[in-house]
């Protein structure tokens, strides 16, 4: 296992396990974040992913992960009609258009199927309410943000760098995400309604995060 987390993390980590005498039969790694900026540190399985810093209490980061797009997909039967060898194939798969022994070119978007877009997903936990995480999540897909109090407690929702449903909806408005994941309510709530009913009056496509539940993120294809 890899765990990636904010400097400092590795001897809380290990102390941890010696006061109480924990054990893993796997090998664990951990791996310092310390970054300023979106910054890649995982690379592989399809995907990648982001850290970028948070703003609270205790050094804390976000993450995006970003799906690796594929080669592109040959349309039917353009194989054979152009007589195309491995090589083309790959060249066009690659987003190349294919030249012809007699000069012509036939354009990538005639021989390959429409390409999707990445699909993104953000997520920011313990943080207060922070205009620089727009960009920084601008388009994802799935954005899960902390809305640990309503708008009644908005000033303890600062005081400790935590954010309320109305702002985490006014970040995913404003950044124009696809959907909207709240989470990390407070105990005080035993219902979330109305933690849902602020977000949602801000930005409609919000749901709330719960045991079991699961997202699905449709592709979309490229324009």
Partial sequence: MTVYAPVGARESIELLFKVSATNVNYELQIVDIDVAEPTVIHTGNGFKVYAFPLHHSLPTYGFIF????????????????????????????????????DGTVIPNSELTLPQR???????????????????IVEGVDLLCMESTFDTAFATMAEQRCHCTAAQAATIAARANVGQLLLTHFSARYREIENLKKEATDVFPNTVCASDGLRCNIDYKIKS
């Fill in 117 to 135: 877009l990445p699909r993104r997903y953000a997520y920011c936990c313990d943080t207060a309410f922070e205009e620089s995480l727009v960009p």
């Fill in 66 to 101: 970003e799906e690796e797009m594929p080669l592109l997909n040959l349309r039917p039967n353009m194989r054979d009609r152009y007589q195309m060898t491995n090589d083309d194939c790959i060249r066009v798969k690659k987003g190349e258009d294919l030249h012809l022994d």
